[in-house]
């Protein structure tokens, strides 16, 4: 018999991320989506992102995870009344530069910039879109309360503001390098110090390295357009598409949204319904001797006839 945690139906070029006969059957019974699953719907939209030369920013969903965690973990430090102390939140700081700070490095210029946020503690999905022709930062969520109960004090639409944050703070970084100090050896056009992970003792490893084309060129398009960290304005998108009541479908809407972006087209409660489906086809098409039609026979008959 085989193991559905331990079958791999898809893995990713790396071999580090696999999706199993048992996140399949989670898809088909209309359960939470597993965070691997999206992690790996990111990397294959990446990968045709990359093979389109599509012009488009699509950050993975470690990106928004620690910065949420590090925010939280303020906020819960500040209302117990704790001392804060950097080494606190150093595991925190290390991940938001290499997850978050790295890649907008490299993408913040492109006309959006995607990041997933999964809200670990209440097992839900949302996207934050930052929208550099329109100026703001977006954040779409399926699971909202009605327009008029909607407010700014959103738990979602905080952590989505935790994550702004950061990317405020980037672009602040990013902008004290166009100011040049008489005692300042290095060289801001061509180079900046870059995030190498953590040392032994778990300190931040940093070094001064050339920028990469792509680097320079997010660092000129920031100073060239005068972009500033307060500019953007994070906005709620009171108009995207609505999961049904009760369903767990964040997870499939999110990736919906992330795919209507990179596809530039609009998300559509239909399609966001439909998601599951596309989503077990798109992972159907890496496995050459494996079918949707296959494998929704396989579980009618293990697990009673899956929901349509």
């Not at 999206?38 to 928004?64: D, F, H, P, S, W």
């Not at 100073?223 to 609505?242: R, T, W």
């Not at 767990?248 to 530039?264: A, K, L, N, Y």
Request: charged content about 30%; some cysteine.
């Amino acid at each position: 018999m085989v193991d559905d945690n331990t079958y791999v139906y898809w893995s990713s070029e790396n071999g580090i991320l696999g999706v199993t006969r048992g996140d399949m059957k989670i898809i088909v019974e209309e359960k939470d989506l597993d965070v691997n699953v999206v992690k790996a719907y990111t990397e294959m939209l990446q990968k045709e992102m990359k093979e389109t030369n599509t012009q488009i920013g699509l950050l993975n969903i470690e990106a928004a995870f620690y910065a949420v965690q590090h925010e939280k973990k303020l906020a819960d430090f500040k209302k117990e009344g704790k001392n804060i102390l950097k080494d606190d939140f150093k595991g925190h700081d290390i991940e938001i530069e290499l997850f978050l700070i790295e890649e907008l490095w490299s993408k913040f210029s492109y006309p959006k910039v995607i990041i997933p946020i999964h809200h670990y503690y209440s097992q839900h999905y949302t996207l934050l879109v930052i929208d550099n022709e329109k100026k703001q930062f977006v954040h779409m969520n399926s699971m909202l309360p009605p327009k008029k109960e909607w407010t700014k004090d959103n738990q979602y639409y905080n952590n989505a503001n935790w994550v702004v944050k950061h990317i405020r703070r980037f672009i602040h970084d990013v902008k004290v390098t166009g100011t040049i100090f008489p005692d300042d050896s290095q060289d801001q056009e061509n180079t900046r110090e870059k995030c190498k992970g953590e040392d032994s003792k778990g300190e931040l490893v940093t070094e001064v390295e050339e920028m990469t084309p792509r680097e320079k060129e997010v660092r000129r398009w920031i100073l060239d357009n005068q972009i500033g960290e307060n500019d953007y304005e994070l906005v709620e998108d009171l108009n995207c598409p609505q999961q049904k009541s009760c369903s767990d479908d964040c997870g499939p809407f999110m990736i919906h949204f992330m795919e209507s972006i990179v596809h530039g087209v609009q998300p559509s409660k239909k399609k966001g319904n439909d998601m599951r489906k596309t989503i077990l086809e798109r992972f159907a098409k890496e496995e050459s001797a494996w079918s949707v039609e296959k494998y929704l026979a396989e579980t009618a008959d293990a697990v009673g006839e899956p929901k349509k």
